[in-house]
């Protein structure tokens, strides 16, 4: 639908992806300076490492939030970039959450961490739009993470760009980390990716790229049945992001919205950042 603010879902990847220039980066950064064009209201974004326990779901309402140290990055890459959190969008969310049923609170002292600042840093390195921050459950129900993202997707009638930052394929067990460990090298590939990785990321790339609308929500969630989906995710906490965009992107008004891998990197030979967006902006008079 042309008409609302395109969805996003990045593979965020090892830390390194903040420091090092990929095709990703570069991807990251155009989806940015698109939705600066555009005048974006803010961004509402999921991660893959903040996850709220029994049944509840959090968003931050830290005024100020510290950023969560990361390895294998110059601390100059992320060290003095301010974050800007949108209390009010916050808690407009809290309350769309708290209607539709979710056990939802604000968390005044959590710090942010790489999964969310990695990408914001990189889309937007003059300065981060008003965001809006949101946990994962650390139940990692598909159905229930989808149901958040169908719960806020008509913030993109306002034109706020909702992304979900995870991974396509991502198994920190099954990752070559040598040369990264001894020569911060993350992009190294002395053998060809394993065909597990190969099979769940064509899986993740068909169901996008192939299906809309509620059916993109049915087989997003159908992915976890996936054979290879234990291989290509040792946990949940990756996918979950993914869902919660299935949700923000795969009503049956998005039954005509396109979806798009806009870059890929792959990094210690098995991961796959794959990066997608669903929908597109209008176009703007140049
Ligand atoms: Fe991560």
């Given at each position: 639908?042309?008409?609302?603010?395109?969805?996003?879902?990045?593979?965020?990847?090892?830390?390194?992806?903040?420091?090092?220039?990929?095709?990703?980066?570069?991807?990251?950064?155009?989806?940015g300076?698109?939705?600066l064009?555009?005048?974006?209201?803010?961004?509402?974004?999921m991660?893959?490492?903040?996850?709220?326990?029994?049944?509840?779901?959090?968003?931050?309402?830290n005024?100020?939030?510290?950023?969560?140290?990361?390895?294998?990055?110059?601390?100059?890459?992320?060290?003095?970039?301010?974050?800007?959190?949108?209390?009010?969008?916050?808690?407009?969310?809290?309350?769309?959450?708290k209607?539709?049923?979710?056990?939802?609170?604000?968390?005044?002292?959590?710090?942010?961490?790489?999964?969310?600042?990695?990408?914001?840093?990189?889309?937007?390195?003059?300065?981060?739009?008003?965001?809006?921050?949101?946990?994962?459950?650390?139940?990692?129900?598909?159905?229930?993470?989808?149901?958040m993202?169908?719960?806020?997707?008509?913030?993109?009638k306002?034109?706020?760009?909702?992304?979900?930052?995870?991974?396509?394929?991502?198994?920190?067990?099954?990752?070559?980390?040598?040369?990264?460990?001894?020569?911060?090298?993350?992009?190294?590939?002395?053998?060809?990716?394993?065909?597990?990785?190969?099979?769940?990321?064509?899986?993740?790339?068909?169901?996008?790229?192939?299906?809309?609308?509620?059916?993109?929500?049915?087989?997003?969630?159908?992915?976890?049945?996936h054979?290879?989906?234990?291989?290509?995710?040792?946990?949940?906490?990756?996918f979950?992001?993914?869902?919660?965009?299935?949700?923000?992107a795969?009503?049956?008004?998005?039954?005509d919205a396109?979806?798009?891998?806009?870059?890929?990197s792959?990094?210690?030979?098995?991961?796959?950042?794959?990066?997608f967006?669903?929908?597109?902006?209008?176009?703007?008079?140049?």
């Open positions: 639908m042309a008409s609302l603010t395109p969805v996003h879902f990045f593979s965020h990847g090892s830390t390194m992806m903040l420091g090092e220039e990929s095709e990703s980066a570069d991807y990251w950064k155009k989806c300076d698109e939705a064009a555009r005048n974006i209201q803010g961004v509402i974004i991660g893959a490492h903040w996850d709220a326990l029994n049944d509840s779901i959090q968003l931050s309402t005024p100020t939030p510290g950023k969560s140290p990361v390895a294998y990055v110059n601390p100059e890459k992320y060290i003095n970039y301010t974050l800007t959190p949108d209390l009010p969008t916050t808690n407009r969310c809290i309350t769309l959450l209607n539709e049923g979710f056990n939802v609170t604000g968390n005044p002292t959590f710090d942010w961490i790489h999964d969310v600042y990695l990408i914001l840093i990189r889309m937007f390195p003059s300065g981060c739009p008003p965001t809006t921050l949101i946990s994962a459950n650390a139940r990692y129900d598909p159905h229930f993470h989808m149901k993202g169908a719960t806020l997707r008509p913030l993109r306002e034109n706020f760009l909702i992304i979900g930052t995870g991974g396509a394929v991502h198994n920190l067990y099954r990752n070559r980390w040598a040369p990264m460990l001894k020569f911060r090298d993350n992009f190294a590939m002395e053998t060809p990716p394993e065909d597990w990785a190969l099979e769940f990321r064509q899986a993740v790339e068909d169901v996008i790229t192939k299906t809309s609308g509620v059916q993109l929500r049915r087989a997003m969630t159908r992915l976890m049945k054979p290879r989906f234990r291989d290509a995710h040792a946990t949940d906490d990756h979950m992001a993914a869902l919660f965009v299935a949700g923000a795969g009503d049956e008004e998005d039954a396109e979806g798009v891998l806009g870059a890929e792959w990094e210690l030979t098995n991961m796959c950042n794959s990066q967006t669903f929908g597109k902006w209008k176009e703007i008079a140049v």
